[in-house]
């Protein structure tokens, strides 16, 4: 399993490791390591507990340093930087499939179990970098690889979940509060069905469907910015 050549991903990360253990460390799924009992390396959910505070540090010391604006906004662009969506994003982007070490099941799953991994592995990764070159080395590479996308983050507000968005937008621009407004509900009690429509006065924008009132909402607000070209 560790035969993989990671110099090229070391070239995409723009680092060079000291200890290359670690860099492959970081990339050893749990579920790994039940198919391959004689690898002799653990699986990186320490280095990925690591990470995540040195991430989360990172991105508060930038956005403390850079922007003046107040705690709960700084809150919110930083929850939208480290959540796995975009971790996962910006972890393909760099070729983290290619080195992954899954068991055979794992390796299969190509949805939403493969944005937590891949998140997962990155939070991992700079718990690496950190342990190898130091916290300096690991802040600049969260500033070079994830960070510069902060502006489009906040140009398109991917800040705001959908319905948030959709009101900021919908009041912005008609001064109207958007309504939501069950359409449908079928399916039993453990396995219901909501479809909602999204209302502007007794417009309607669009419908959402979903499991849950609210996600079925948040659907309906995530149509209805693309109909109206707010997104």
């Keep these: 399993m560790t035969s993989k050549d990671f110099s090229k991903l070391e070239s995409n990360l723009g680092i060079k490791f000291k200890n290359i253990k670690l860099l492959q460390q970081s990339f050893v799924h749990r579920s790994c390591l039940n198919e391959n009992p004689g690898l002799k390396m653990d699986h990186n959910e320490r280095l990925e507990f690591l990470g995540d505070a040195v991430l989360e540090l990172a991105v508060t010391r930038y956005l403390f340093n850079t922007y ?36 055979k099941g794992e390796a299969q799953d190509t949805g939403r179990a493969r944005q937590f991994i891949l998140a997962n592995t990155f939070e991992a990764l700079v718990g690496a970098i950190y342990l190898d070159q130091g916290f300096e080395k690991a802040e600049q590479f969260i500033q070079d690889k994830l960070i510069y996308c902060l502006p489009k983050i906040l140009e398109h507000k991917l800040y705001l979940d959908p319905k948030s968005h959709f009101q900021e ?58 109909k109206k070209g707010w997104e």
């Design 68 to 103: 003046s604006n107040p705690e709960g906004e700084l809150t919110t662009w930083r929850a939208a930087l480290v959540n796995s969506k975009m971790l996962a994003e910006i972890a393909t982007n760099l070729g983290f499939n290619d080195y992954l070490m899954l068991s």
């Design 169 to 226: 937008e919908a009041q912005e621009r008609t001064g109207i509060t958007p309504s939501y407004e069950v359409m449908k509900e079928e399916g039993p009690d453990h396995n219901k069905s909501f479809v909602v429509g999204v209302y502007l006065n007794s417009d309607l924008v669009a419908k959402g469907k979903g499991p849950s009132k609210q996600a079925a909402q948040e659907d309906a607000a995530r149509k209805g910015l693309k």
